[in-house]
């Protein structure tokens, strides 16, 4: 895929807001923000909270539940799918490869998100969208871009780890990001081999994209090796959806996973590696 097929502009966004083959996802951090700060005209919301986190197993959602949130937001298979968020994309990100983990066709994010389209001065509004139901069918899960703890543990030595935290969560100094609930794993540090290429090295400082040029030499040791797989993970899978974004659809590299469960998931398992 181009840079074209996954990532839209503002400019692209706003001139089809009245597209109906166009659905436009606000995932974002501050599951408040749609209410209570507007979104595009038009868009549609998921909660990332309640809605793609299945309650007491913290997994990702069934397929069923997941074809059940589309349909009741009247997004069909058919649709182009612009998702965007706050903080620069990341549970936008989290959307975005949730969508294609599911097997959806044509989905793409807003380059820069949320605050890029605040900033332009683009229309906002409160008016919840009206939208008929669908009867949107799910692909079972693409598990060539997903990690789970046995994998992760069975590639210890072979795989390229990315964590993709701040370099404070990865020495272990802190097991959240500053500012946000010190919640995590039991341990802190990191998957012993994993390198420490943060998430928000691939943005500038409007949110948007780096240039492709820029993005490989940033991830030029994972790679240079088309054969060995690369795991990103983070703390609990967003911000690692955005790296693997990064070097799958944009760098085009198709043999790397996210491992959503991430730190909170690994940090807490007894008998494991862990390095600071």
Known sequence: MSRDDVLVSTRWASSRLADD???FLEVDEDV???HSDGHIPGAVALNWRTELQQEFTRDVVDRERFSELMSERGISRDHTIVV???????FAAYAYWYLRLYGHADVRLLDGGRMKWEREGLPLENELPERPA???????????????????LGGLGSDALVDVRSVDEFTGRLSAPAGLPQEGGRQRGHIPGAVSIPWNRAVTRDGTFRPDAELRQIYADLIEDPDRRVVAYCRIGERSSHTWFVLHELLEQENVVNYDGSWVEYGSLIGVPVER
């Open 84 to 90: 965007y968020g706050g903080n620069h994309n990341w």
């Open 134 to 152: 669908t009867e949107y069918v799910a692909d079972p899960q693409d598990l060539s871009i997903r990690a789970f703890r046995d994998d992760v």
């Open 32 to 34: 408040a923000a749609y």
């Open 21 to 23: 083959s166009v659905v």
